[in-house]
C-alpha cells in the first residue's frame, strides 16, 4: 500500500525540484525526505528517482505516480470538506494569503463580511507574492488565498490548485505629465499609447514578480524595452514616484481611488484578474466557500476608478468600479 505523506513528498519534488526545496517547504531535514522517498520506491516496486548531476529528477514512472497522487490529494480535499460541512456551523482558524495591494483593497471589506456572517471564524492574513500561493497551500501554509495575473503574463497552469475568479480591471499608465502626442482616443494601441514613454525612466515592481513580467513584456509589446529605474511592489509608491516625474509606471484600477495630486492616469487596454485560489478538491468547505462568498461581497462594495485618460489628478472624469467576477 503506497502512503499518502511520502507520495505528497513525491509531487513537492516534482514541483520544487530538489530534495533541499522540499526539506525546507515542509519542515523535514533533507536525508528525512531521502529516506522517505526511498521508502516510496520499495513501496511501489519500481525505480521513481534517478540522479542528473547533482540533481534528482523523476523517472517516468515518479511523474506517472505523480498524476495519481494529484488525484489522490484532491480526493482528500474533498473528503476533508465534507467532513466539515457535517459539523455545526462554521468557525476555526482560516489562512488567508494575499497579493500586497489586495490587502487594504478587498481584505478588510471581506473580514468585516466574514466576521458577520460568520463570526465563530478566526481569519489570519499573510502578505504573499501570488507566484509562491500554489506552494503555500501545498505545504499546507494557508487555507485560501487572493492572487492575480496579468495579460503578458497568464497563470501557469496547475492541478493542485483550483481557482474562482473575484475581480477583473483595467490597468493604468501613471506619469507625471501627459504625453505630447495628444488625448487618449478609445481604441489606440499598446505601442500608441506607451511609445510616447519609451525614452522614459520605469517604475516596475520587482524582479521576479508577476508584476514586474507584465511591466517588462507590455513595453516590449509596445517596440522598446523599458529602462527600469525605480523597482518598488507598493503601487501607492509607484504613483507617487510617477506624480514627480520620476518614471513612468503600471498600476491596477485598484490602486488608483487615492492617487496623489499630479499623477496623470491614462487607461490601457490591459487587464489584471484577481482570484481566489485553495488546493485542489477544497472549493466545497464550508469556511473556504464562506471567504468566496464575503469577497465578491467585498469587491461589489470596493469600487475603483475607471476614467477615460490621460486624466491629471485631481479632477477625475466619472467614475465606475471593476467589473466582478462571475462564479
Known amino acids: 500500500m503506497l502512503d499518502v505523506r511520502?507520495?505528497?513528498?513525491?509531487?513537492?519534488?516534482?514541483?520544487?525540484?530538489?530534495?533541499?526545496?522540499?526539506?525546507?517547504?515542509?519542515?523535514?531535514?533533507?536525508?528525512?525526505?531521502?529516506?522517505?522517498?526511498?521508502v516510496l520506491e520499495r513501496e511501489a516496486g519500481v525505480p521513481l528517482l534517478e540522479r542528473s548531476g547533482r540533481r534528482v529528477v523523476l523517472t517516468p514512472a515518479g511523474r506517472t505516480l505523480v498524476a495519481h497522487?494529484?488525484?489522490?490529494?484532491?480526493?482528500?480535499?474533498?473528503?476533508?470538506?465534507?467532513?466539515?460541512?457535517?459539523?455545526?456551523?462554521?468557525?476555526?482558524?482560516?489562512?488567508?494569503?494575499?497579493?500586497?495591494?489586495?490587502?487594504?483593497?478587498?481584505?478588510?471589506?471581506?473580514?468585516?463580511e466574514l466576521a458577520?456572517?460568520?463570526?465563530?471564524?478566526?481569519?489570519?492574513?499573510?502578505?504573499?507574492?501570488?507566484?509562491?500561493?500554489?506552494?503555500?497551500?501545498?505545504?499546507?501554509?494557508?487555507?485560501?488565498?487572493?492572487?492575480h495575473d496579468y495579460d503578458f503574463v497568464p497563470a501557469s497552469p496547475d492541478t493542485t490548485v483550483d481557482q474562482v475568479p473575484l475581480l477583473e480591471e483595467p490597468m493604468y499608465l501613471a506619469t507625471g505629465t501627459a504625453p505630447a502626442t495628444g488625448r487618449f482616443a478609445l481604441g489606440e494601441t499598446l505601442a500608441e499609447l506607451l511609445g510616447p514613454?519609451?525614452?522614459?525612466?520605469?517604475?516596475?515592481?520587482?524582479?521576479?514578480?508577476?508584476?514586474?513580467?507584465m511591466a517588462v513584456r507590455a513595453c516590449q509589446a509596445a517596440g522598446f524595452q523599458p529602462r527600469i529605474r525605480h523597482q518598488v511592489n507598493d503601487f501607492r509608491t509607484v504613483l507617487a514616484l510617477a506624480a514627480i516625474?520620476?518614471?513612468?509606471?503600471?498600476?491596477?484600477?485598484?490602486?488608483?481611488?487615492?492617487?496623489?495630486?499630479?499623477?496623470?492616469?491614462?487607461?490601457?487596454p490591459l487587464f489584471r484578474r484577481s482570484k481566489v485560489a485553495f488546493r485542489a478538491g477544497g472549493g466545497t468547505h464550508p469556511a473556504i466557500a464562506a471567504f468566496v462568498a464575503a469577497a465578491r461581497t467585498a469587491v461589489g462594495m470596493t469600487g475603483g476608478a475607471s476614467q477615460a485618460g490621460p486624466v491629471r489628478l485631481p479632477g477625475r472624469a466619472e467614475q465606475s468600479g471593476p467589473r466582478a467576477g462571475g462564479a
Open 6 to 38: 511520502r507520495l505528497h513528498l513525491l509531487r513537492e519534488l516534482d514541483r520544487r525540484g530538489t530534495i533541499a526545496a522540499v526539506a525546507q517547504a515542509l519542515a523535514f531535514t533533507a536525508s528525512a525526505v531521502s529516506q522517505q522517498l526511498s
Open 69 to 112: 497522487a494529484d488525484a489522490v490529494l484532491e480526493r482528500l480535499e474533498l473528503a476533508v470538506a465534507e467532513l466539515a460541512g457535517a459539523r455545526e456551523g462554521i468557525g476555526g482558524p482560516l489562512r488567508i494569503g494575499t497579493f500586497p495591494s489586495g490587502g487594504p483593497a478587498i481584505v478588510p471589506a471581506t473580514l468585516a
Open 116 to 147: 458577520r456572517r460568520h463570526p465563530a471564524l478566526e481569519p489570519m492574513v499573510q502578505e504573499i507574492d501570488s507566484a509562491r500561493v500554489s506552494d503555500g497551500l501545498r505545504a499546507d501554509e494557508l487555507d485560501v488565498a487572493l492572487v
Open 197 to 213: 514613454w519609451a525614452m522614459s525612466p520605469w517604475i516596475t515592481a520587482r524582479d521576479g514578480t508577476t508584476g514586474h513580467a
Open 245 to 268: 516625474g520620476q518614471g513612468a509606471g503600471f498600476v491596477p484600477e485598484m490602486a488608483t481611488a487615492h492617487a496623489p495630486e499630479g499623477v496623470v492616469l491614462t487607461r490601457l
